[in-house]
């Protein structure tokens, strides 16, 4: 498969059990101008356990936890749907660290992205400043 443009979003959904702003998940959500399906690049799971996941995902909107896609922008390099997988695969997940979760693995992997000449540094911080800003909305306060 040729290698293609990607562009790049940060999806948002509503936290669970309560909708905390660090219970808010976040992850990548990939198109790609070839028509090749969407790809949805995360981490998953509990402190201590998280694992790197990717899938196909037209359109997280139609998850019920949905709350917003956040657009970064395109990356300058083009990729195939492997090599992608394989360069968001190399983003570190700090198990060891009890602070970290999603929202840092998307943050770290725009970084990666920007670090390698992929992403701009405007795109990366308006990115990352919109993600704050959907997770900081989230409904529920801890008193």
Known sequence: MAAAKVH?????YRGSPLDYPQYRHTAL?????????ALLAEITGGHGFFEYQYGDNADPATHQDFVRAV???????TFTR???IQ??????VDNDDREYICQTWVQHALEMLKIT????????????????D????????EE
């Open 8 to 12: 790049i979003s940060i999806v948002v």
């Open 82 to 84: 492997a090599s992608i």
């Open 29 to 37: 959500w990939l198109r790609f101008s070839d028509g090749s399906p």
């Open 87 to 92: 360069t968001l695969s190399g983003v570190h």
């Open 134 to 141: 959907a997770i900081a909305e989230a409904e529920d306060l």
């Open 117 to 132: 000449g992929d992403l701009s540094e405007k795109d990366y911080e308006r990115g990352v400043g919109q993600m704050v």
């Open 71 to 77: 657009d970064v922008g395109q990356l300058s390099s």
